[in-house]
Every structure is written in structure tokens, then in C-alpha cells.
């Protein structure tokens, strides 16, 4: 078992045991053995089936490198359970409860997949083989995959609902097979307060971490501790916070860069900015914002960001954005004001460049917003090949964005698409497979 230390004051202590998983099976029993994790069927079947609105389940199996397409996906979540501090996703699945520490086994390379069918026009393709698996971080998990079919007479957003539950109650019983299983890995996240960080590490610049968050109603929001976030302010939590799961993917945005409940656990720019805390510089904390539809909703939560960073006085910011289109402009905005109060601002987004690379990138733009990162361009058109079996339904890629009517055709098998329809392909908080040349 390795152990490894990411940096340490005290505030709060995550550690994560990392169970390696390699394969899958079902089994007798839902357990962990020999890096393989067997599921009981019939078990977590009738579980979830006593869950609201729930019509029937059915499990299946995707792994790395089977000739495989998973669609229309709803969500991936990692399994996990936890063994000391508060459980679950707290707000949503259990009582409401501060998370971000404690001890957390977790279920490493494996992944829980919600499909059924299509509740908005933005869910995605997973493929475990070939050209789709290159854009896709999951394809190299191993994917535990939950059909659901809702009862009849339900409204989108409750269909939305009964799914979003149905995914996370499935990785929570899913993970308890982790719970006495051996532990391959231990990895200890561990950020003081302000002043205790500051005075640890005087002389490091302070980083702050802006999360833009989808909340725009009509299937398109996320949640934080189980509050929607179209009804919060920008809100600052501790990077053990989400990794812990606190924070929740409940929309239907484009699949390319919508951020997964999988994502969020763990987080790329939260993960990479832990790695470089005690280095070269001072971590002081995320601050998650809103991206809402109103202009006074958007003035409100760009100068709201701004002011929080300036409170823990930043000296450097990076803002990850979730989507495109017009939270684009709460991206400028946000880069403007912080740059004009003298704090170095980095932008991660993607491009909706068109077919051919070459149209405007964004939707807006400011001469403030110099240091961006492009995480790839989501109109980017992929070619994949027909699939030895498909888990769910190839019709739906006529209604996903990045698809279109004949994207799908029956006589080859094959699917031609942008990168829009493929999950996590363009993912703007960096948990995914693109890179970026310069030339």
C-alpha cells in the first residue's frame, strides 16, 4: 500500500483509500476481490426499484477496450463509501452534514453510469473502444451501467430528478463493497485556514479557484450540498468539500463539458492546485459561482466572485467555466473585474470554433481576458465506428447536441458526431484526454 500526503494544516482532513478496481462480474455478493468488483444483480436491482418514480432497472457492464457504446448517459459517479465523518451525498442522499473529512474508501477505476430515456436534448456518448475513446476519460473505467425507466405521467424535471437520485443511490450501495475490501492506496488532503496557511507560507502568491456552475433552470443546474444553484451567491467551501461530494451534477447541458458528479469527486484543477499548495503556491480555497440567465443575475454573481477573492486577498485567480454560450460573458466579466483590482486572472474554457476551427471561439470577449486555456473545441466532428453491442438506445444521438437527424445510420452502425454529444470530451475543469499545441 502506498501512502501519500498532500500538503497539511488542519482545518479539515480528507483521506481516501483507494481500492483499485480492473474488472467486473456479477456475483453472489456485491464485493471486492482480487481487484475485481462483483455485483449482486438481483440486490441492487430491487433497491433501487423502491427509490420514487422508478419503473424498472436493469445493470449491465462497459470495460475498457470492449467494443461498447453507452447512450443517451445521463451521469457518472464514482462509487465510494465512507468510513469515519458524514456520509453520502450529504443535503441530497443523507442528512445534511459537513463534508470534506474523514476517511473515504474508494472504488478507483471504477464508475457508476446512468442512461434510460432521453430527458432533455443534451446527454451524451460514451464509447470503450476506437476513435470515441480517445475524447473520453471514460473509457478507461470500468462502468457499471444503470438503465432506468421511469413511470409514466412524470414532468421533465422530475424525470430529470428520479434519475439524478437513482445514479447517486446506486454508487452509495455500490461502494459499500469497498467498505472491508484491501486498500491499494492512501492519499491525505489536508488545507489549514487563511491565517494558519498564511503564516505557514508567507512568501507563496495566494491562489484562489472560481468553479463556474451551470444553473439555468430547464434541466441545466447543479447543486451544492442539495441546494440548487440557481438560488445561491457565489459560495466559498474548502477543495475538500467537493471532492468529498458536495457538490453535484443534476443538469443536461452539452455532455463535451458538462461536469459529472464523477468529475466533481475529483476535480481536476482542485487536484493539481492541491499538489502545488506549500511549492510554489498558497491554495486558499474554491469558490463556486453561479451562472445564471439574467443580466442582473450576472452582474450580481461576477461582482460577488470578485469581492470574495479580494476578501482572501488572491493574488492569482483561475476560473474554470461549465458549458458555452452565455456563461461565456460571466466568464469576461469575472476576468475583468479582477484584473482591474490587480489579481492575475487564468481562464479554462473550451471553443465552439464550428466544423472547420475557424469561427469566433466565444461569445464574448474583454482586452483584460489575456491568459485563457482552451480545453478543445466542442464542434469538433468524430467518426465512430459500429459497436459490438450498444447499452441503451443509437437513435438517441438525432436529439443530443452535437448530433443531428442521420448521425446514426442503422445499415453500418456508425455514428458521426461532434464532440458536443461525447462526455467529458472538452471538459473545462481539465478531466479529460485533449491537449493543446502551439504552433
Partial sequence: MQDVNING????????????????????????ENHTLFINKEEIVNELKKEPGVKDIDIDFAKPGEKKRIIPVKDVIE?????????????????????????????????????????????????????????????????????????????????????????LKASELIGKAGKDAVVDETVEY??????????????LPK???????????????????GTCTRQTLPTLIHPNEELDGAVISGNCV??????????????????????RHGKDINFMGVVLTPELTTLAGKFRCC??????????????VI????????????????????????????????????????????????????????????SHVVHLEKADKVIGDPNAIANLAGGWDGAYNPETGSIDCELNAVIGATSEIGYHNATVELY
Fill in 9 to 32: 494544516g488542519g482545518i479539515l482532513k480528507l483521506q481516501m483509500n483507494r481500492v483499485f478496481i480492473k474488472d467486473l462480474a456479477f456475483g453472489e455478493k456485491t464485493k471486492v
Fill in 79 to 167: 462509487p465510494r463509501v465512507k468510513i469515519e465523518g458524514a456520509k453520502g451525498f450529504a443535503g441530497v442522499t443523507t442528512d445534511v452534514a459537513q463534508l470534506g473529512s474523514g476517511v473515504v474508501n474508494v472504488l478507483y477505476g471504477a464508475a457508476v453510469v446512468t442512461i434510460g430515456d432521453i430527458v432533455g436534448f443534451q446527454e451524451g456518448v460514451i464509447d470503450m473502444w476506437g476513435e470515441g475513446a480517445k475524447w473520453t476519460p471514460f473509457s478507461k473505467t470500468c462502468n457499471v451501467v444503470i438503465d432506468i425507466k421511469v413511470v409514466e405521467g412524470l414532468h421533465p424535471h422530475e424525470h430529470e430528478e428520479v434519475v439524478r437520485l437513482v445514479g
Fill in 190 to 203: 489536508n488545507i489549514g485556514d487563511n491565517a494558519e496557511e498564511s503564516k505557514k507560507y508567507p512568501n
Fill in 207 to 225: 491562489v484562489v479557484y472560481v468553479e463556474m456552475l451551470i444553473s439555468q433552470g430547464l434541466l441545466h443546474d447543479g447543486y451544492i450540498y
Fill in 254 to 275: 452539452a455532455a463535451c463539458d458538462k461536469i459529472t458528479t464523477y468529475q466533481h469527486q475529483n476535480n481536476a484543477c482542485i487536484l493539481d492546485l492541491y499538489k
Fill in 303 to 316: 461582482d460577488y466572485t470578485a469581492k470574495l477573492c479580494k476578501l482572501l486577498g488572491a493574488n492569482g
Fill in 319 to 378: 476560473v474554470s467555466e461549465e458549458g458555452y454560450g452565455n456563461p461565456d460573458s460571466d466568464l469576461v466579466m469575472i476576468c475583468t473585474r479582477l484584473e482591474k483590482q490587480g489579481i492575475k486572472t487564468v481562464l479554462v474554457t473550451d471553443e465552439c470554433s464550428g466544423w472547420d476551427g475557424m469561427s469566433q471561439p466565444l461569445t464574448d470577449t474583454s482586452k483584460e481576458s489575456v491568459a485563457v486555456i482552451s480545453t478543445g473545441n466542442v
